[in-house]
């Protein structure tokens, strides 16, 4: 089961209004699980440690970002040249400050190390923090503040360090 299928699975889950569902195949499992007075969802994710795909971890419902540790950004290199895009992991919300009254991550012009917080993407209420997978400079923001974002889609171009 992929990603894009676990997203498809959440969205129905939330829509429909059951408590849980557990889904089995072959060495693959997931619960995602919802308390409707709480309005809280829990996602339990696990895979045998061989497989070749990494599952999404553990989410739990906050109301401030979390790390997302399983989140992979995608960065390849831009057609322009040494440029490196840096791709959403998720399908969401995208966002450049922690809150409203606070400073953007990344602004074009700074230089960002391996790890670094870059934007939160809201995913089903859900506040995951993007980190940077490469070091350099970003060169360009391309998402605007507070817009819809699909999974793959370019939201940085950085020139590595």
Known sequence: MDIKEIQNLVKFVAKSG???VSIEQGDFKITIKTEAEKHEQQYIVQQPQQAAIQAPPVLNQVATPVVDQGAQTT???DDNGNL???K???IGTFYRKPSPDK???VNIGDNISVGDVICV???MKLFNEIEAEISGKIVKVLV???SPIEYDQ???LVEPA
């Open 154 to 156: 370019p939201l940085f």
């Open 144 to 146: 605007d503040d507070n």
């Open 18 to 20: 059951v408590n849980e």
């Open 121 to 123: 993407v809201e995913a």
């Open 75 to 77: 960065a390849e290199a």
């Open 103 to 105: 400073d953007a991550f």
């Open 84 to 86: 490196i895009t840096i």
């Open 88 to 90: 959403s992991p998720m």
